[in-house]
């Protein structure tokens, strides 16, 4: 599964392609430093195929890699960050 990243100047989303259908994560930029992730939306064509994990691991990954934190205003994610402790470095609560 592909994920790109579309940047705005407030925020953007994670988009993954599979299967003809797209999932995405949406988020705000409320700083460099800070991201504000909002929203998950897989369509039912592809539920039960770790779209929605993928794009979780996706964005914890980027945040890594740019240095910055996340407050998990989506309820997914948020689930996603409680399961997996390892996360925690990039969370912001």
Known sequence: MDIINEETRSGGRYLAKLEGHEGEMTYSRTSPQLIIIDHTGVPDALRGKGVGVAL?????????????????????????????PDWQDVIKH
């Open 56 to 84: 979780a691991l996706h964005a914890v990954d980027e945040a890594r890699k740019g240095g910055w934190k996340i407050i998990p205003l989506c309820p997914f994610f948020h689930a996603q960050a409680d399961r997996h």
